[in-house]
């Protein structure tokens, strides 16, 4: 393969690396268990591997304000019980 005189510009070699890059961690993820996860995980996943949250969510067919959503929902959920006592514990069971 020939880079030195190709006609192409530093903007076509940066186009053709985004999607080479692109493609390589849709492979990564495909290869891992990570494919039978939520949706959630999957743009975490991708997201770990140097993709921007809004290339996840148009990689996996969604929104990046729908990956921000699940995500707070996410946290939200997983302190909720923080501090709250449950039926048995306020009457002193």
């Known amino acids: 393969m020939n880079f030195g005189n190709s006609g192409q ?3 076509e070699f ?7 890059g692109r493609s390589l961690a849709f492979l990564c993820l495909q290869s891992t268990s990570a494919k039978e996860g939520t949706l959630l995980q999957k743009a975490q996943f991708l997201n770990g591997l140097g993709l921007e949250f809004d290339d996840a969510a ?5 929104s990046a304000a ?4 699940l995500a ?3 946290r939200k959920g997983k302190g909720a019980k923080r501090g709250k006592k449950g039926k048995g514990e ?3 069971r």
Request: proline share 0%; aromatic share 4%; hydrophobic share 35%.
């Open 9 to 11: 510009t530093g903007y």
């Open 14 to 20: 940066e186009k053709t690396a985004t999607i080479i």
């Open 58 to 62: 148009e990689m996996l067919g969604t």
């Open 66 to 69: 729908s990956l921000k959503e």
């Open 72 to 74: 707070r929902v996410a």
């Open 90 to 92: 306020r009457a002193g």
